[in-house]
């Protein structure tokens, strides 16, 4: 049982690095989407890829042990879903805050 375990925490090791090392370019991803999304005149409602991007990574960094991360996310997310006229500005905000994050 504790070989398969360990077994366990290796592979789960080398998924949490290749996370880590995809997390700046799907976080630059997020904000060049949401940036878009915001400065759109017909942004879709239902967010689009955008709410895609953010729910995918809010699960994802969430499991790997990135809790901040995971609840910008779900922000972000409720934010779309909410679609009310302090949406936009609580999303920016939001956005800078994951941008901390690509710096890290």
Same mark, same amino acid.
């Given at each position: 049982m504790n070989n398969d375990l360990s077994g366990f925490q290796g592979r789960?090791?080398? *998924?949490q690095q290749q =996370?880590?090392?995809?997390l700046p370019i799907r976080l630059g991803q997020i904000i060049?989407?949401?940036?878009?999304?915001l400065s759109a005149e017909t942004a879709p409602a239902s967010g689009g890829e955008f709410l895609i991007l953010v729910h995918s990574l809010?699960?994802?960094?969430?499991? =790997?042990?990135f809790p901040e991360i995971s609840a910008i996310c779900q922000q972000i997310?409720?934010?779309?879903?909410?679609?009310?006229p302090a949406s936009k500005?609580?999303?920016?905000? *939001? *956005?800078n805050q994951l941008q =901390? =994050?690509?710096k890290k």
């Open positions: 789960y090791a080398v *998924l =996370f880590c090392n995809d060049s989407t949401g940036q878009h999304w809010a699960g994802s960094a969430g499991s =790997f042990d997310e409720n934010a779309i879903r909410e679609n009310n500005q609580t999303i920016q905000h *939001l *956005l =901390f =994050f690509i």
